[in-house]
């Protein structure tokens, strides 16, 4: 509860949309209740609407935050104050990774400057290019399955979670057992 208590006033510091009743109830209004404060209410809609538009099709949020005006901090503290934002925040995430799966197959397909004619007339391979692509691939694959794991993740999860039939799990014991010495029994008399 400190931590919320710090968090919710350093909001107002930053845009001033929030009045200081507002951040002691914990609630941030999107439809405030004076002439002055709804235009900026509006306008904080439509920053939240764009910041998640341009999450979800692949723009990063600190690029999406230069792009409409305001700090990575404002974002965080609206996000961190409000659920139903974070939800949002969330889906948007959700709807990049597609994004960017579907991108990876159109940098895939993409072969255009691939090959170029050097000075001589010989087509060439542009090993540059070809590099470039992959990084890119590479980087937008590490992405998704560090996002979406289960979706697009290399490995399937190693634990048989809900009881799936499909799965089977193997236990394998070991025991030492001493070897018998059949030779060399000591006679035993009683």
């Known amino acids: 509860m400190e931590r919320e208590a710090l968090i919710k006033p350093a909001m107002c510091k930053f845009e001033g949309e929030v009045s200081s009743?507002?951040?002691?109830?914990g609630a941030v209004s999107v439809e405030p209740a004076s002439p002055k404060k709804s235009s900026r209410a509006i306008k904080r809609r439509e920053v939240l609407d764009?910041?998640?538009?341009?999450?979800?099709?692949?723009?990063?949020?600190?690029?999406?935050?230069?792009?409409?005006?305001?700090?990575?901090?404002?974002?965080?503290n609206w996000l961190a104050s409000d659920e139903?934002?974070?939800?949002?925040?969330?889906?948007?995430?959700?709807?990049?990774?597609?994004a960017y799966a579907e991108e990876i197959i159109e940098i895939s397909d993409e072969g255009s400057r691939d090959t170029y004619?050097?000075?001589?007339?010989?087509?060439?391979?542009?090993?540059?290019?070809?590099?470039r692509a992959?990084?890119?691939?590479?980087?937008?694959?590490?992405y998704a399955a560090r996002?979406?794991?289960?979706?697009?993740?290399?490995?399937?999860?190693?634990t048989n979670e809900g009881g799936d039939a499909k799965k089977s799990v193997h236990n394998i014991a070991i025991a030492f057992?001493?070897?018998e010495d059949r030779g060399n029994e000591p006679n035993v008399s009683s």
């Open 177 to 179: 057992v001493a070897p």
């Open 147 to 158: 996002l979406a794991p289960r979706k697009y993740g290399d490995k399937l999860p190693a």
């Open 117 to 131: 004619v050097d000075e001589k007339g010989r087509e060439v391979i542009n090993r540059e290019v070809i590099a």
């Open 50 to 76: 764009a910041i998640f538009a341009g999450i979800s099709l692949g723009k990063s949020a600190r690029a999406m935050c230069v792009e409409v005006g305001i700090s990575q901090r404002v974002l965080w």
């Open 134 to 142: 992959q990084l890119r691939i590479d980087a937008r694959k590490w």
């Open 84 to 98: 139903e934002l974070m939800r949002q925040y969330q889906r948007a995430k959700e709807l990049c990774v597609d």
């Open 21 to 25: 009743e507002e951040a002691e109830k």
